[in-house]
């Protein structure tokens, strides 16, 4: 069963009104959250194989300070179509993944990172559920099991984690 790992970017900077909302950086807080996340991803086993990543800038700088904290770097592939992309979009993406990749991890943006979440896992009860069901906040991470790639949004989706900066520490 491959994992799907649903990483939203890390906190923005909001310092310079005259960037365009595409090209906000991180904030120092965001820099920390993403480091923190990235360390605790390299400590699973299921690290990304393939990772699809917004070119948003804040995306594109979550995913590098992320990568810096894993042993081994995925495969990367940088899709201009993930900024701000709904649920559907993505699941299209992800069904076009070839079936060997074991694990892929998404990076983009609310609300449709929280709405792909929450349509993963409108069967569950959990209390990691319950918590993505209050905020998914900047740098929040789902880990699901999936049945496959194509199937991702058709049921079946199990979700395993589902972690927060704060709960880092």
Same mark, same amino acid.
């Given at each position: 069963? $491959?994992?799907?790992?649903?990483? &939203? ?19 120092? &807080? ?5 480091? /923190? ?9 299921? &690290? ?22 894993? $042993?081994?770097?995925?495969?990367? &592939? ?22 060997? +990749? ?8 609310? $609300? ?21 069901? /209050?905020?998914?906040? +900047? ?11 194509? /199937? ?12 927060? $900066?704060?709960?880092?520490?």
């Amino acid at each position: 069963m $491959p994992h799907l790992l649903l990483l &939203r970017h890390a906190k923005s900077s909001w310092d310079d009104p005259s960037l365009a909302d595409f090209d906000r950086p991180l904030a120092p &807080r965001g820099e920390r959250a993403a480091r /923190e996340m990235g360390k605790w991803i390299g400590k699973r086993k299921w &690290r990304p194989m393939l990772v699809l990543c917004s070119t948003a800038a804040r995306a594109v700088q979550t995913l590098d300070l992320v990568l810096a904290e894993l $042993p081994k770097a995925p495969e990367v &592939r940088l899709y201009k179509s993930l900024y701000l992309a709904p649920p559907s979009r993505m699941l299209r993406l992800l069904a076009s993944q070839p079936a060997e +990749t074991g694990s892929i991890m998404i990076v983009a943006h609310n $609300p449709g990172m929280e709405n792909l979440a929450m349509q993963l896992a409108a069967d569950d009860s959990s209390t990691a559920a319950r918590s993505m069901a /209050e905020k998914y906040p +900047t740098a929040a991470l789902a880990h699901f099991k999936l049945v496959a790639w194509p /199937e991702a949004g058709g049921g079946g989706a199990v979700l395993k984690d589902f972690v927060r $900066p704060r709960d880092l520490g």
